[in-house]
């Protein structure tokens, strides 16, 4: 078996990644955002985690949150 293995280039410009791990019961996340964020010329780290049902609302109300953390 020949294995092959290639490099993504993503460009996250403007952009906020979120990891879940989902199980039956919940989901997981986390997302940090690194850059020069509150205008200072210091260089800072914000993460967010949490973890929320496996239900549709609760999910939805997730979504909702992490949109207004990106903004």
Same mark, same amino acid.
């Given at each position: 078996? %020949?294995? $092959?293995? %290639?490099?993504?280039?993503?460009?996250? *410009?403007?952009?906020?990644?979120?990891?879940?791990?989902?199980? %039956?019961?919940?989901?997981?996340?986390? $997302? %940090?955002? &690194? =850059?020069?964020?509150? =205008? *200072? $010329?210091?260089? &800072?780290?914000?993460?967010? &985690? =949490?973890?929320?049902?496996?239900?549709?609302?609760?999910?939805?109300?997730?979504? &909702?949150?992490?949109?207004?953390?990106?903004?």
């Amino acid at each position: 078996m %020949k294995i $092959s293995r %290639k490099l993504a280039v993503v460009d996250t *410009t403007n952009r906020m990644t979120v990891a879940f791990d989902v199980s %039956k019961a919940k989901l997981n996340y986390f $997302s %940090k955002i &690194e =850059g020069k964020l509150t =205008g *200072t $010329s210091c260089k &800072e780290i914000q993460a967010i &985690e =949490g973890e929320v049902a496996n239900s549709l609302p609760a999910i939805t109300s997730a979504i &909702e949150n992490l949109a207004l953390f990106a903004q």
